[in-house]
């Protein structure tokens, strides 16, 4: 079955980076687009990032733009999200998504 599993995150200072990761497992991987989404407390599930399958055409939140960069590994069947400048208001649990799935969450806090 679609697997997802994130890692990566961690409590960080304003102005600080942490690189998310995603592995997958369970479906064929460079045939679907991925996705990162967050969620702050009190708020709803928001997309952050996406990355397409094929050549890997990126998105990007206007609020992570310039920030963030989403990108992939086939071979390895990994996604991540390389997050630098980090805001308070970055801070929520990320998820990882991709054919229609979704991972558990890994938490971002960033706190001076």
């Known amino acids: 079955q679609v697997q997802l599993v994130e890692s990566g995150g961690g409590l960080v200072q304003p102005g600080g980076s942490l690189r998310l990761s995603c592995a997958a497992s369970?479906?064929?991987?460079?045939?679907?687009?991925m996705s990162w989404y967050r969620q702050a407390p009190g708020k709803e599930r928001e997309l952050v990032a996406s990355?397409?399958?094929?050549?890997?055409?990126?998105n990007y939140a206007d609020s992570v733009k310039g920030r963030f960069t989403i990108s992939r590994d086939n071979a390895k069947k990994m996604v991540y999200l390389q997050m630098n400048s980090l805001k308070p208001e970055d801070t929520a649990v990320y998820y990882c998504?991709?054919?229609?799935?979704w991972g558990q969450g890994t938490q971002v806090t960033v706190s001076s």
């Open positions: 998504n991709g054919k229609q799935s």
């Open positions: 369970g479906f064929a991987f460079s045939l679907y687009s």
């Open positions: 990355v397409s399958s094929g050549v890997g055409f990126t």
